[in-house]
């Protein structure tokens, strides 16, 4: 079984192997809610796939939205869950379940599955960075997971581009999640919305500006409305320059991007690469290359069964 604890969606799949998912399931996750509200809901979702797969899943894969330390399943921080703090997560998965867990953060996790059946197959380097509530990166080094000293690597969503910008989930302002992720996307549109009411998004929307997200603004650019586009284009312009930023630390063999505002597609992706490249170290222009993650919103739990292969 993989369960991924999304700051947004909790998704899980059970399979014979992480190619052949039996069934799957997702709902929106309890992100409020303390640890072992966490816990209860992942336990769920696992019960329902188990009574519709008619078969009890011998190890379970965690994927969890933020830093934890990987050999205890302690949870360092998580600015989207933020009451799971602390919290022994992976052993207490390990006793409501009565299987064994293994635990590592989303985007480790997410790259992984793209490592070994995505879009890095057979690299030795490689760069994930998973873009939706938040924004954090997996790093392959040397064809293994570099999770750094204390497994809090990738924390990119955090690099700080606008001191005097928004405020960021973490306390502080102007992270580059403040100008890329689904909440900045649905922030930057209310905010346009208040100045603007010309915009399609206010019919969508229903004249409410707090019922706006990033889908409504991706649905609204598609049918060619320049308020949405527009919101767009500057997050694909932010995306693209912290691409480059983190190519040029990392020089990787290629950059591969998912989560759930990748979902949004080449709307996104193609301008954002496009910039990513215009302001790549010219000495990397020729070398790397940016893809669209292979398993689409997949990565997570494929990566999820990966990790809970390590007991077959
Ligand atoms: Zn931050």
């Known amino acids: 079984m993989g369960v991924e604890i999304g700051g947004t969606t909790m998704r899980a799949a059970i399979a014979t192997s992480p190619r052949r998912i039996i069934a799957r399931r997702a709902i929106p ?35 969890f939205a ?72 997996g790093i392959i080094h040397s064809g293994r997971l570099y999770q750094g000293a204390r497994g809090a690597a990738g924390e990119v969503g955090h690099i700080v581009y606008d001191p005097k910008g928004s405020q960021c989930d973490c306390g502080r302002r102007g992270c580059w999640e403040t100008l890329v992720s689904g909440p900045a996307i649905a922030r930057e549109a209310r905010v346009r ?48 320059i912290g691409l480059a930023n983190l190519v040029t630390v990392f020089d990787p063999e290629r950059v591969v991007v998912g989560g759930g505002v990748a979902q949004i597609g080449n709307t996104i992706l193609e301008p954002a690469f496009a910039t990513a490249r215009d302001y790549l170290y010219p000495f990397h222009r020729d070398s790397v290359r940016f893809l669209p993650a292979a398993l689409g919103v997949d990565s997570g739990v494929v990566g999820a069964l990966m990790l809970a292969t390590k007991w077959r």
């Open 66 to 137: 933020g830093p934890l330390d990987p050999k205890s399943g302690v949870i360092l921080d998580s600015p989207h869950l933020r009451q799971t703090r602390g919290a022994p997560l992976r052993k207490m998965m390990e006793y409501a379940l009565g299987v064994p867990v293994a635990m590592d953060n989303c985007e480790n996790v997410a790259a992984l599955g793209e490592h070994r059946l995505g879009a890095g197959r057979g690299l030795r380097s490689m760069l994930y960075v998973a873009v939706g509530t938040g924004i954090g990166a």
């Open 193 to 240: 919305l208040k100045a603007d009411n010309s915009s399609i998004l206010y019919n969508l929307c229903a004249g409410k500006q707090e019922n706006v997200t990033s889908e409504l603004v991706h649905q609204a650019a598609l049918q060619n409305d320049r308020l949405a586009s527009e919101i767009l284009a500057r997050a694909a312009r932010w995306l693209g």
């Open 29 to 63: 996750s309890p992100a409020s809610l303390p640890a072992d509200g966490i816990v209860q809901a992942a336990v769920g979702l696992v019960n329902e796939l188990e009574a519709e797969a008619g078969a009890a899943p011998r190890a379970v894969g965690v994927s």
